[in-house]
């Protein structure tokens, strides 16, 4: 079965610290890959997304992730937080074959900062 | 800019009742969503549509209905409402162009009494 896996539910960081958010899949087929971002009460927006090509994706607000098919991840991450960066942070799953109306998503990252 | 707009922001029902959350967007995508959003458990895709008059059951689709007779407008009906609808409701809509992402409204929240 398709799943998208978060194992961390909350996160707390020091603001300038280094993140990174975990996100492992089980799909079937070549995956498409997302990361979004929800402030607190508001809807969700995208930070990047893989398809194919280099391995290592660049999104908004300073954030890369790194897709590594052997272990099934594409985790996320940012060289110094700031205390904006508090939000949820949703991994998503997609492929070539379903429509981008059929989206898996993991159940969310709550990242928090330390001032 | 519109986006994606989500009619009302806020509802609160009595178990029982019959409510239509409303979802248009303005950037003539063909596909459109629904998500609920439940704490612990992410985004659960309820139904959605490839294009009007043409849509499909998601994960979690029963005690919900939606139509799509316009390219614009994709609503979600609660026939009966329960309080385990009680949730945040996301409609989302993406074009149909290859790699194209969804594009979310701000959610409707809804209490179920």
């Known amino acids: 079965a398709q799943s998208v896996t978060q194992p961390d539910i909350h996160i707390t960081v020091s603001e300038g610290a280094s993140l990174e958010l975990r996100c492992n899949y089980s799909?079937?087929?070549?995956?498409?890959l997302f990361w979004y971002v929800q402030s607190p009460g508001q809807g969700l927006q995208l930070l990047l997304k893989y398809f194919s090509g280099d391995t290592l994706v660049q999104g908004i607000k300073g954030f890369e992730a790194e897709f590594k098919r052997s272990q099934s991840s594409f985790n996320l991450r940012k060289p110094s937080v700031h205390w904006s960066d508090a939000a949820e942070y949703f991994c998503?799953?997609?492929?070539?074959?379903?429509?981008?109306?059929?989206?898996?998503f993991g159940s969310g990252t709550r990242l928090s900062i330390r001032p | 800019n519109a986006g994606v707009t989500q009619t009302p922001k806020f509802q609160v029902l009595k178990t029982g009742q019959s409510m239509t959350l409303q979802c248009a967007q303005d950037?003539?995508?063909?596909?459109m969503s629904w998500y609920r959003q439940d704490p612990g458990m992410g985004l659960r895709l309820i139904h959605y549509?490839?294009?009007?008059?043409?849509?499909d059951q998601g994960e979690v689709p029963n005690g919900y209905n939606v139509s799509r007779s316009t390219t614009e407008d994709f609503p979600l009906r609660l026939l009966s409402a329960a309080p385990s609808q009680t949730s945040v409701y996301f409609c989302a809509s993406a074009s149909r162009v290859l790699n194209q992402p969804q594009h979310f409204g701000d959610g409707t929240r809804l209490s179920i009494l």
């Open positions: 549509s490839v294009g009007a008059g043409i849509t």
């Open positions: 998503a799953v997609g492929d070539e074959y379903s429509s981008a109306s059929k989206i898996i």
């Open positions: 950037m003539n995508h063909e596909y």
């Open positions: 799909y079937g087929a070549t995956p498409y």
